[in-house]
């Protein structure tokens, strides 16, 4: 009776941290994604691993957002076609679902338009859309599994992006130590890491690193306080509005897995989690953070890394003698 | 009763067809691998998708010798280090444990001396052995693993490419229609497949294309009765002996998953099986195949397909400050 009665009061105790900590804490728990049209997920994994949506034959949405990485490719900004050299840090696509907007920029909606950009650009994987579409027509397999799935004989490119954006929506990195700290367990975080937890609230990075993601939520301009160096010649969201005070506008990125998405920043620059810490406080909050401080926050951020997703490797259907060639 | 003797007869008459076809057939029956070190097979598949092995971080293993695409690119020859070509097609890795000698022209003994080559080679991964080395050593997981699995404090080259090799030795395709009518299952095959092998066999395509790979067993003179045509300026074996005789002499390639393995020859010069199915038997055994002829040893290769490697994607562990930065 008395073990009952003592589960009982955790139980109680443990669902009361819950709430409270679910309602009052700035940073929201992941979940897994449920309810998803598993044929979708499916296609949409062979989509994300199928090089031929390239010239090359070569580059896949997982070149660049590669799931063994983090869901990034550790580069300041991305190789594609050619060795082109591209003008972005590559963001991750881990809980990129939960992004307000895709892109640095804000330039897509969501995860489905994202999806269609890189393939047509010449930097990233130079293709057309209609080459794109082209090739999966001509592979009997690929005209199989869109009709089972979507029901169509031609395929479009909507259902192209539909599928890699419904298999994206898997990607979701559940039960960091963060989250099952924000769900009661007092023993996952460290004593530095709640501490540098606190840290990261006073300081006010909360303002703009909110939410599910830390991040995602709001765009802020890079260089609030200070100016922020960088060689990199991208505009940020003024290149969308057209208007001055957008420039270095950029979508706030997440920090969730943060210790696997080195370099850091939209050009890539900073490799040291802890020099982005107070270099971030620098120029966004105009605070300069002790030695102390900043690896405490260092500490805090490394307890957003979750559970990483298990993804087996599809196998590709081949060509046909319809399929055209790659272009290298 | 009448059931069971049924079943009785039927498992004798099963087992008397399989011992004899395995025994006179002179293709065999490939076996999924058992015994290996699980740790080493971890690792192994680790550092396979590792591309912290390449100058520029970005190409792995399976940029050439792609799991989700038979093993292979699908590209004439492969591209490596700022868009480099290849000198060579880039042969699978499915089944390639079972090779007698690896690379084309046979260069090196094993897996392990092979996994070696890639590394170091300026067109592909353009790294040098003690670059990759210093890199791995620079990550904490890896020492870790290091440790664990081979009980050394300083990593070597020998490490990572015998753990390469193992966990290669994993990626057999056992179970293909033709291994499963190997073992007496008569149905496993078509009456055009049946037919096709037959053609195979009294065409003299066994003389090189047998064993378990249907190939890999030996070398040959590409173009032995008639000159292969090719822009390829690989003389093959003569590279490594020096004698004129072995001049466009290579390893004998598997066609174990021949459907999804092209391009196909050491050049990639033809992407059309059946046409190879011709050339070969025009370049190498002299003789003309009727279009029937052809099509049906062609519809007899695809029964070489087997159950592709179910390979779950790594995550790999993140760089420290000490990780040198990629050259890009």
């Not at 949409?44 to 896949?60: D, V």
């Not at 920090?255 to 620098?282: C, K």
């Amino acid at each position: 009776m008395k073990t009952i009665i003592a589960v009982c009061v955790m139980s109680v105790l443990s669902f009361g941290a819950y709430a409270e900590r679910q309602s009052q804490e700035p940073i929201k728990i992941i979940e897994p994604i449920t309810g998803l049209d598993a044929k979708k997920v499916e296609l949409g994994k062979t989509l994300w691993f199928e090089p031929r949506l390239s010239a090359s034959n070569t580059i896949s949405c997982n070149s660049c957002h590669n799931i063994a990485k983090g869901g990034v490719d550790n580069l300041p900004t991305s190789i594609g076609h050619k060795w082109a050299i591209g003008p972005i840090n590559s963001p991750t696509v881990f809980n990129s679902d939960l992004n307000f907007v895709q892109f640095w920029n804000g330039r897509a909606k969501d995860l489905q338009e994202q999806a269609a950009g890189p393939i047509a650009n010449p930097l990233e994987m130079a293709f057309t859309h209609q080459l794109a579409i082209d090739t999966l027509q001509s592979i009997p397999q690929y005209r199989q599994w869109f009709k089972e799935t979507y029901g169509v004989d031609t395929i479009t490119i909507d259902e192209v992006t539909d599928a890699i954006a419904v298999f994206e929506q898997t990607l979701r990195t559940p039960n960091a130590p963060f989250d099952q700290w924000l769900k009661g367990d007092d023993s996952a975080l460290t004593v530095a890491q709640v501490e540098g937890y606190q840290l990261f609230k006073e300081k006010g990075c909360t303002a703009c690193h909110a939410g599910p993601l830390a991040g995602g939520q709001m765009y802020q301009k890079m260089g609030l306080v200070k100016p922020f160096a960088t060689d990199n010649p991208d505009i940020g969201r003024k290149a969308i509005t057209g208007n001055e005070f957008d420039k270095f506008v950029f979508k706030v990125p997440t920090l969730r897995n943060i210790e696997l998405t080195y370099p850091y920043f939209h050009d890539g620059s900073v490799w040291d989690l802890q020099e982005a810490v107070s270099m971030m406080a620098d120029l966004q909050l105009g605070q300069k953070l002790t030695q102390e401080e900043s690896e405490k926050i260092t500490e805090f951020l490394r307890s957003l890394t979750g559970d990483l997703p298990q993804v087996t490797l599809p196998h590709l259907p081949p060509s046909s003698n319809e399929t055209a060639r790659p272009n290298i």
